[in-house]
C-alpha cells in the first residue's frame, strides 16, 4: 500500500514539475489597475512565472477552505468538549457514590462490585 502510496505521489510531483516548466513566462501582477495608478503614490505590482500564480492560487483556494471550514465546525467542537467534561463530572459523581456506598459494606462485598 505504500508503494503505491509513493508512485502516486511520485506521479503528481511529476506532474506538477512538467506543468512548471511549461508554463515559466512571466507575468506582472499589479494590485492597483494602471488606469487609476497614477493617483497612488506608489505602484504595487511584481512579475512572476505564471505557475506560481496558479500553483499560489490553488494555495490560497486550499488554506481559505481549511480556514472556513475549522470556523465552522466550531460549534461540533465546543459541544464535544462540553460533553466530555460533563462525562468526566458524572463519573466522578459515579465513583463517590459508590464509595459512599462502600463505607456501610464490608471489604469482601466491596470487592464483588
Do not use: C
Not at 507575468?27 to 504595487?44: A, C, D, N, Q
Not at 505557475?51 to 475549522?70: D, K, M, S, Y
Not at 462540553?82 to 465513583?95: C, G, Q, T, Y
Request: glycine letters at 8%; charged letters at 25%; aromatic letters at 8%.
Amino acid at each position: 500500500m505504500q508503494a503505491v502510496r509513493l508512485v502516486l505521489m511520485g506521479m503528481v510531483g511529476g506532474l506538477l514539475i512538467v506543468i512548471s516548466l511549461a508554463n515559466r513566462t512571466p507575468v506582472t501582477l499589479r494590485l492597483i489597475p494602471e488606469e487609476i495608478s497614477g493617483h497612488f503614490p506608489k505602484l504595487v505590482q511584481v512579475t512572476v512565472p505564471v505557475f506560481l500564480v496558479f500553483f499560489g492560487g490553488i494555495f490560497a483556494g486550499l488554506l481559505i477552505g481549511f480556514v472556513w471550514e475549522w470556523m465552522r465546525e466550531y460549534k461540533q467542537r465546543a459541544e464535544a468538549a462540553r460533553s466530555k467534561r460533563e462525562i468526566a463530572d458524572l463519573k466522578n459523581e459515579v465513583d463517590g457514590l459508590k464509595r459512599a456506598q462502600a463505607e456501610d459494606k464490608d471489604d469482601i462485598l466491596m470487592l464483588i462490585d
